[in-house]
């Protein structure tokens, strides 16, 4: 904290005769350089969909862009209010919250569009919106809030399976739909605000000895016993980094060539001569598949321009856990960082290879509104917890 | 009641400062594991992917080259290409379940008015000969098929239509022997040096000219190289690169069609297996080489039924052998020739020394008699030749029989040796001699050790010796051009598609012999007395053609077979320029069937050449 203080700028005086703009919208208290490492993301993801996406939809060459630009902005405008809104409220709103987030999730059982084989989404009149999505950042500020609250009910391992439960029921019901992806990032999400939470380090030992069983189990002995828990296809794509295939139905194949499209990219990148991800080698290439395209088009210095992008992101995330007033900010932007990491460690890792496949977005850049849209205001909530935190220093609130 | 930093305990806060260490080294760890694997990817094994991608994107389509054509000395086309709409079946490319597939290839089969199984039958058999290609079910389809065919790919997937180049004989079968056939390239032939560069399914010959001329006559074929997505659709403006193919230069042979095809329909007329070859004298070029029974060479290209494979491969007729290159015969009194230059030449007579012919010797108890019981009198080698007295010759047998001279001279003059002809499986053949059979002996694979019988019967042809006509044209031939053993050749010259000659082929003479013109001059007047004068052996045959001609004739005794008719003419007399050898089969006589069938092939040659000066038939007597 002092290490902020130090290198913040000089603030105009509280209480000054009449505050400039600046400072009457707040942004003098806002992390710039959180708020600049999203925007400029967005803005790279937006461009490289204009650019890869061009000949996709026959007639309309800018179809992904208008909308993803749409989203964003939308986005933009959620994260500014959001960053308004002193978050400690949403820990008063926790029961309700958690229970916006479960009914949501399940009425996509209902309402929702089915794609692909499955019901992630509603249809609404502009887009389909995906409960799951912002989903993500209501985890983490009601399991914040329950966390918080229920520190000095029950014994540690009480309270501990407690967590566990709160997080897995809508992570159950996301694996329903079926989206192994997302409820993989609620479990990360989960972990870390337990993790943030003070939950302790034996606990953790025996949560991943549980989750290695629970791996082994679902990928291994349950497919050998002939009671497969997973579908085909999630086992196929979760395990396919372990053996490339050939065809070209193949998720392995799939993600072979997403390889091919990264590594051909090379220092500076083909441009406009991609063909990997132009030809339909690389499959969801506005989607899942997006950071090859990056790869290819710009080369190793795009790729790793936007993977410092997420690096400054995170740090920023993480600063902020450390900055906020009080322990549910630190529990709230620790869930948050964690499902920035794990979201663009495993997006990334699966296009370099090295993670399996498993529909994960990448923030901020994949195609999608309800991603976009989530993730900006998840950035808002880290704005506030910020902004929150330098009007407490200056003692006073913002509204 | 929020909790403020101030509720916090200073043991939690250090435990959260840990917490949040350990938070940001695992992130911080990730990020490291990500960056190290982009550079990994794009800067140090750029390189790779890059040429995957390419590699990836791009399907070379071979374009085949047209063989060059083939053509007789006159330019006369013997082998040209046509092309020729096929219906492939690519069982590589067929739907893996046996169901659909059964059903794809059903409505194919409704769609070529065939039925299921036959298609099936093509199949399988085609696929035993050459497993894994593409299967030819038809040859020639109709336009109406492809374009329906095109239309409705998705249909039939596996199904293809190629437009290849098949061999087309303008003169169907002449020359079948000579010019051999095209096939695609096998397994084996691809690992061979003279094949770099080939792919499985291009074609090559595979014998006769086609064969040993194949590096001329195949063209090099061209690639397009195309820009495809990910399902291997060509993409817009996706042609890359584009060679064109080359095609293969021209052939022209040394054979004259006429001289080709009376050879051919002399053997036919007669119906017994045989063959002929008629040589220039001079520089071995090879007008006219045959044999009997012959085959269409447009039989051998694919798809072969199993009938047509029985009747090629597994005939007793065996109707691919080229019985002028490649029998192993005895050559009756067509011999007597050798047994005289090789008695003149060691001093066992001169061409005036007499011989008393009465009709038989007696050799180490065993009676050798003139054929048909003839007694000749007292005669020298000039008339010796023109009524083919045995006794004589067995008497030149006899003289050199453990001096090796009759050997060597055969030897000198090409029997039982290879020609250096330049078409693939021509026979070397046996020239029994003295140690060849004494070797035998010791090893035990015959009954007795040389004897005098065995050059007596050498002397005259007979017995153990193995040659074929060409060798013993060569052997004319030898004595006819005073001593040059030619390289016998059917390849000419190569000419480019425009008509320019890139290549003469004269191939040097093996070797020379010396000849003493005097020996010369008596032998070739023994043999034209034997063609055209009374009392000799072939006169009621060539007496009325008008061309002085010197020829011998020649009964080979194949026990248990009948005998096998000879005949070797050198035209015309006294300075050859062409030697005819016809053999055939249990022809009888020599003057009985090779003898006119050598006549015929004179008169093409003749014919063609002073039309007013001999008539179609010659004069000729039958």
Redesign the interface.
């Known amino acids: 904290m002092m290490y902020a203080t130090r290198t913040r700028r000089a603030r105009p005086e509280p209480f000054a005769v009449r505050p400039g703009i600046a400072e009457r919208l707040g942004l003098p208290y806002m992390d710039a350089a959180l708020g600049i490492s999203a925007v400029a993301l967005a803005a790279f993801g937006a461009f490289t969909l204009s650019q890869a996406t061009l000949h996709d939809v026959p007639g309309s060459p800018h179809y992904f862009v208008d909308r993803q630009v749409t989203y964003a902005a939308l986005g933009l405008v959620g994260m500014y209010l959001l960053a308004r809104v002193d978050y400690?409220r949403f820990?008063e709103l926790r029961v309700g919250i958690y229970t916006f987030l479960c009914v949501s999730v399940s009425l996509v059982f209902v309402f929702g569009v089915a794609a692909r084989g499955s019901r992630r989404a509603f249809e609404l009149p502009f887009f389909s919106f995906q409960p799951s999505e912002v989903g993500k950042l209501l985890l983490a500020l009601a399991l914040a809030g329950f966390v918080?609250d229920g520190a000095r009910r029950g014994s540690a391992r009480q309270r501990t399976v407690r967590y566990l439960c709160l997080g897995f029921a809508p992570a159950a019901l996301v694996f329903l739909q079926p989206d192994l992806g997302t409820a993989l990032v609620y479990g990360a999400i989960t972990l870390?605000v337990m993790?943030?939470g003070?939950v302790r380090w034996t606990h953790f030992a025996v949560i991943g000895a549980g989750l290695v069983a629970v791996v082994t189990i679902v990928l291994v002995v349950a497919p050998a016993v002939g009671t497969p828990i997973l579908k085909g296809y999630q086992e196929e794509r979760l395990t396919s980094f372990l053996h490339p295939s050939e065809d070209?139905s193949d998720a392995g194949y799939q993600q072979n060539?997403a390889?091919?499209?990264?590594?051909?990219?090379?220092?500076t990148g083909?441009g406009d001569r991609a063909?990997?991800t132009r030809?339909?080698?690389v499959p969801e290439r506005h989607t899942d598949f997006i950071f090859a395209v990056i790869?290819?088009r710009y080369?190793?210095m795009g790729?790793?321009f936007v993977?410092s992008l997420?690096?400054l992101l995170?740090?920023r995330a993480?600063r902020i856990?450390?900055l906020?007033?009080?322990?549910?900010g630190?529990l709230v932007a620790?869930g948050i960082?964690?499902m920035l990491?794990f979201q663009?460690?495993v997006n990334?890792?699966m296009n370099?290879?090295?993670m399996p496949i498993t529909g994960i977005p990448l923030p901020l850049l994949s195609y999608g509104g309800s991603s976009v849209l989530a993730t900006f205001l998840a950035v808002g909530v880290l704005q506030s917890i910020h902004m929150q935190a330098r009007l407490s220093q200056k003692g006073r609130f913002a509204w | 009641m929020?909790?403020?930093?101030d509720?916090?305990g200073p043991q939690?806060n250090t435990?959260?400062?840990l917490?949040?260490a350990v938070?940001?080294g695992?992130?911080l760890a990730?990020?490291a594991?990500?960056?190290f694997?982009?550079?990994f990817?794009?800067?140090i094994?750029?390189?790779?992917?890059?040429a995957?991608?390419?590699n990836?994107?791009t399907r070379e389509f071979r374009v085949s080259a047209p063989r060059g054509s083939i053509v007789d000395r006159s330019g006369e086309v013997l082998v040209d290409n046509r092309t020729s709409l096929a219906l492939q079946v690519n069982p590589r490319k067929l739907p893996p379940k046996e169901a659909t597939r059964r059903a794809e290839l059903g409505r194919l089969a409704d769609l070529t008015h065939s039925s299921l199984r036959r298609v099936r039958r093509l199949m399988h058999e085609q696929l035993t000969l050459a497993p894994s290609a593409p299967v030819t079910l038809r040859r020639d389809v109709g336009h109406y098929l492809v374009y329906y065919l095109q239309e409705n790919q998705e249909r039939f997937p596996g199904i293809e239509v190629q437009r290849v180049f098949v061999r087309h004989y303008p003169h169907g079968a002449l020359g079948a022997h000579i010019l051999g056939n095209v096939g695609e390239v096998t397994e084996d032939q691809l690992k061979e040096r003279p094949h770099h560069g080939l792919e499985p399914g291009d074609e090559i010959g595979q014998d006769g000219v086609e064969d040993t001329y194949d590096r001329f006559l195949r063209g090099r074929p061209g690639v397009t190289r195309i820009?495809?997505?990910?399902?291997g659709q060509p993409?817009r403006r996706g042609r890359l690169v584009s060679k064109p193919p080359v095609p293969g230069n021209d052939l022209r042979l040394s054979i004259d069609s006429d001289v080709q095809a009376a050879g051919e329909s002399a053997l036919a007329l007669r119906g017994l297996p045989g063959g002929f070859v008629t040589m220039n004298v001079h520089s071995g070029e090879i007008l006219g080489l045959g044999s009997f029974p012959t085959f269409d060479p447009t039989d051998l290209t694919p798809p072969l039924t199993q009938k047509q494979v029985d009747l090629l491969y597994r005939s007793e007729l065996a109707p691919l052998q080229d019985r002028a290159i490649a029998g192993l015969y005895p050559t009756g009194s067509t011999f007597k020739l050798i047994t005289a230059m090789a008695a003149l030449n060691t001093g066992v007579i001169t061409t005036g020394t007499p011989i008393y012919d009465g009709g038989s010797i007696t050799v180490g108890g065993q009676p050798f008699q003139n054929a048909g019981g003839a007694s000749y009198g007292t005669l020298s080698l000039v008339r010796a030749l023109q009524v083919s007295s045995d006794v004589f010759f067995y008497t030149l047998g006899q003289d050199m029989w453990n001096t090796g001279a009759l050997q060597r001279w055969a030897h000198l003059l090409g029997i039982g040796r290879p020609t250096g002809l330049d078409l693939p499986g021509a026979a070397t053949g046996l020239l029994p001699s003295q140690r060849w059979r004494n070797r035998l002996f010791k090893r035990g694979e015959t009954d007795r050790p040389w004897s005098v019988g065995d050059n007596i019967q050498l002397a005259t042809g007979q017995g153990d010796l193995q040659t074929n006509p060409l060798q013993m044209a060569i052997a004319y031939a030898t004595v006819a051009n005073g001593g040059t053993v030619v390289t016998p050749h059917v390849g000419m010259q190569i000419d480019d598609t425009a008509g320019r000659v890139l290549r003469e082929f004269e191939p040097r003479p093996r070797r020379r012999v010396h000849i003493d013109p005097g020996y010369r001059a008596a032998i070739l007047e023994g043999l034209h007395l034997a063609a055209q004068e009374g009392g000799g052996t072939s006169y009621h045959v060539f007496g009325g053609f008008p061309i002085p001609v010197a020829g011998k004739t020649g009964t080979a005794q194949r026990p248990p077979n009948p005998d096998q008719s000879w005949y070797i003419v050198l035209a015309p007399y006294p300075n050859p320029r062409i030697v005819t050898a016809v053999t055939i089969e249990q022809g009888g006589f020599g003057a009985e069937s090779a003898a006119p069938a050598a006549l015929e092939i004179l008169e093409a040659y003749f014919g063609k050449r002073s039309s007013g000066e001999a008539g179609p038939n010659g004069g000729s007597p039958g």
């Open positions: 400690s820990r918080i870390a993790y943030v003070g070209p060539q390889g091919i499209a990264i590594g051909s990219g090379q220092t083909r063909t990997q030809l339909d080698f790869g290819e080369g190793f790729a790793a993977l997420y690096a995170f740090w993480l856990v450390t906020s007033k009080n322990s549910y630190t620790g960082a964690a990491l663009v460690f990334v890792g370099l290879g090295i | 929020y909790l403020r930093s509720d916090r939690r435990g959260l400062a917490r949040m938070f940001g695992v992130g990730l990020f594991v990500l960056f694997r982009l550079w990817l794009q800067v094994s750029g390189d790779r992917y890059l995957e991608a390419n990836n994107r820009q495809v997505d990910a399902f993409t």
